[in-house]
């Protein structure tokens, strides 16, 4: 039977840290992290309750960044999708969307001249895609449509801001998504 662990004390916990401190993104500091927290994975398995959401943060990474290696597609755009995806999903256990309606966060970019609301409407389009099929069937719409959307709204998003991850996410949707999916079948 498992317990209730620090987090924090695991040695390897600076590896998640040089994950965030990464802005332009160098390959090899990506590979190099996500190698230390595929060597934490072990420590993580018996792990039952996470502490805080920043542990719960640190345990996304690692699990994302041990598909990425085991599948052998290391690239840069996947290592800093994978830590924007851990994030994603951290918040989504936090704050729930303002709306599951993808067309809405379109609405109010243009309305109120927020690309922030682009990058919102793109996260639930990811999640619906990635996390929460049965939701995107509430509307007349496939799943692939979601996808779609959540492309397009990544990529104008990247077009108003400039930030490379959505770039990144915009090109690797199904592959990250496909990476989300199989990281939380290891949690049954």
């Known amino acids: 039977m498992s317990g209730v662990i620090n987090l924090s004390t695991f040695k390897n ?3 998640s ?7 332009g993104g160098d390959l090899t500091e990506l590979l190099k992290t996500a190698t230390d927290l595929r ?3 072990e420590k993580f398995k018996k792990t039952i309750e996470v502490m805080d959401f920043k542990g719960l943060k640190r345990v996304f990474e690692t699990r994302l ?5 085991e599948t052998k597609k290391i690239e840069l755009d996947l290592f800093l999708c994978s ?8 918040e989504i256990g936090s704050s729930v969307p303002e709306s599951w309606f993808a067309v809405d966060y379109f609405i109010k970019a243009e309305a109120e001249n927020k690309p922030e609301a682009l990058k919102q409407g793109a996260n639930v389009c990811f999640l619906i895609y ?4 049965p939701r995107g069937q509430i509307r007349c719409m496939k799943l692939e449509d ?14 108003q801001t400039g930030t490379l991850v959505a ?22």
């Open 130 to 133: 990635a996390v929460f099929p």
């Open 65 to 69: 960044a041990n598909i990425i290696l």
């Open 83 to 90: 830590s924007y995806i851990a994030a994603l999903l951290v």
């Open 146 to 159: 979601y996808k779609a959307l959540g492309q397009a709204m990544y990529y104008g998003y990247y077009g």
């Open 13 to 15: 916990r600076q590896a």
């Open 167 to 188: 770039y990144f996410m915009s090109q690797q949707f199904k592959p990250m998504a496909e990476i989300t999916r199989e990281c939380l079948r290891g949690f049954k």
């Open 17 to 23: 840290l040089r994950i965030e401190k990464i802005q």
């Open 39 to 41: 060597n934490c994975i």
